[in-house]
T-cell receptor, first 114, second 118 residues
């Protein structure tokens, strides 16, 4: 099956610093990737849709200047949490769209901001 | 906007028994896809089963099957012969069939935690 990786799997940072999370589709090209956020014992909430070569589309309430998304190639999308604060601590999951009907999820990144 | 509702926060089933997880959704669209995803403790999202709204036949994948009632906007998941490895969070999800980048986003329900007991 298709494989999507995320790096890092776990990161701890100090408040005020920026953290970059990578999402890679390893064996297919993905023109569209999605970034989700999941708080403990809650569902996945879509943050933004990342399209290769164009600006990301953010969901209502998501600060685009705080959560910077770059989809520079057909296999890589990055999410940068700028000036992270403890309330940004969460589990971040990406998915990559392989076909119109199929998305594959990465294993997630746990971010802890101290 | 589409919404997905899972009214059962937790369910429990004995090993080898059958359990049904409920999901309802709200949409004004006629063409869409419905999914059940499993999230085990590793938190890796795994696709369990998919249903195209235009298909009347209920999807099945080995021990997993759905009961899709389009008019009632209901999409339940039945797990037969439950196994210990089935214990996980199960999320119901909706996706529009419109072929644009943002339209392929998934809208998830709140999830049902399934426990499997011996």
């Amino acid at each position: 099956g298709a494989v999507v990786s995320q790096h890092p799997s776990w990161v701890i940072c100090k408040s005020g610093t920026s953290v970059k999370i990578e999402c890679r589709s390893l064996d297919f090209q993905a023109t569209t990737m999605f970034w989700y956020r999941q708080f403990p014992k809650q569902s996945l909430m879509l943050m933004a849709t990342s399209n290769e070569g164009s600006k990301a589309t953010y969901e209502q309430g998501v600060e685009k200047d705080k959560f910077l998304i770059n989809h520079a190639s057909l296999t890589l999308s990055t999410l940068t949490v700028t000036s992270a604060h403890p309330e940004d601590s969460s589990f971040y999951i990406c998915s990559a769209r392989r076909t119109q009907n199929t998305q594959y999820f990465g294993p997630g990144t746990r971010l802890t901001v101290l | 906007a589409q919404t997905v509702t899972q009214s059962q926060p937790e369910m429990s089933v004995q090993e080898a028994e059958t359990v049904t997880l409920s999901c309802t959704y709200d949409t004004s669209e006629s063409d869409y896809y419905l999914f059940w995803y499993k999230q085990p403790p590793s938190r890796q999202m795994i696709l369990v089963i998919r249903q195209e709204a235009y298909k009347q036949q209920n999807a099945t994948e080995n021990r997993f099957s759905v009961n899709f009632q389009k008019a009632a906007k209901s999409f339940s998941l039945k797990i037969s012969d439950s196994q210990l490895g089935d214990a996980a969070m199960y999320f119901c999800a909706y996706r529009s069939d419109r072929n644009t980048g943002t339209a392929s986003k998934l809208t998830f329900g709140t999830g049902t935690r399934l426990q499997v007991t011996l």
